[in-house]
């Protein structure tokens, strides 16, 4: 599960990361508590011209031929994305990348929900392996009408962060981002990327609870807490 992360590496410096090129409709900012339903910076292939482009896109898949955003997943199962409906045209030939600096994940123990922050070991920005599909039918006077919009894979969790949550996204290496997005992978080899280009070492520690409403969004988001909670 993947349904809140943090960004604020300059664009700039994602896209030297992939070669992309960045679209000019997209006004960056830092964030520290990303939520779904809001324009996030995505890398693909543009179907038009080939070239790799970072730009907005909207956070919750919404398939071509949807008229609503009911249907409208944040994550999709890696496993098994390829083999379904709604997913597998989207895994086969329009996959994409979100760039991130950390997600934010909820540990429960019990009756407690406690956030932990969550990044690759190296502390450097990378790209969550993506998949996405143009709002087509949307009325038109919803935000995403016409727009790319994204669903975030993700996969079995490593050793080191599995005591937190079941799953965690497909976080992948600087070459396996740039391979994600090759359009002449077919659908076992874009597997194999998910299955071996991945980050496989992780670092993590407790945030404040305050990180559940989208409204808190600072730096200090990100600020370890003690075991009881306060700042160490």
């Given at each position: 599960?993947?349904?809140?992360y ?24 830092a ?22 482009t ?15 955003t ?99 996204p ?26 071996h ?24 988001i ?11």
């Open positions: 599960m993947c349904g809140r943090g960004r604020y590496t300059a664009v700039e410096d994602s896209a030297r990361v992939i070669g992309a090129t960045v679209s000019p409709r997209f006004e960056d900012s964030s520290y508590n990303r939520p779904p339903g809001t324009f996030q910076l995505v890398g693909l292939i543009n179907p038009d011209d080939g070239a790799t970072l730009g907005p896109a909207w956070w919750g898949f919404v398939p071509n031929w949807a008229s609503d009911r249907l409208a997943p944040i994550n999709a199962r890696s496993e098994t994305a390829a083999d379904k409906r709604l997913f597998a045209r989207a895994f086969a030939q329009q996959r994409c990348l979100v760039a991130a600096d950390y997600w934010i994940e909820w540990q429960r123990t019990g009756q407690a929900k406690q956030p932990y922050a969550i990044r690759p070991a190296d502390a450097q920005p990378f790209f969550f392996a993506g998949i996405w599909s143009k709002a087509a039918r949307l009325p038109s006077d919803h935000a995403a009408a016409g727009q790319v919009t994204f669903a975030i894979l993700t996969g079995v969790p490593t050793a080191d962060i599995e005591h937190i949550h079941s799953r965690q497909q976080a992948l290496t600087p070459a396996g981002a740039r391979h994600w997005l090759d359009p002449d992978l077919d659908i076992e080899q874009a597997r194999q990327v998910l299955d280009e991945r980050h496989n070492r992780y670092e993590s520690w407790p945030i404040d609870t305050r990180v559940g409403s989208p409204s808190n969004d600072g730096p200090e990100m600020a370890r807490m003690a075991a009881n909670g306060a700042q160490p």
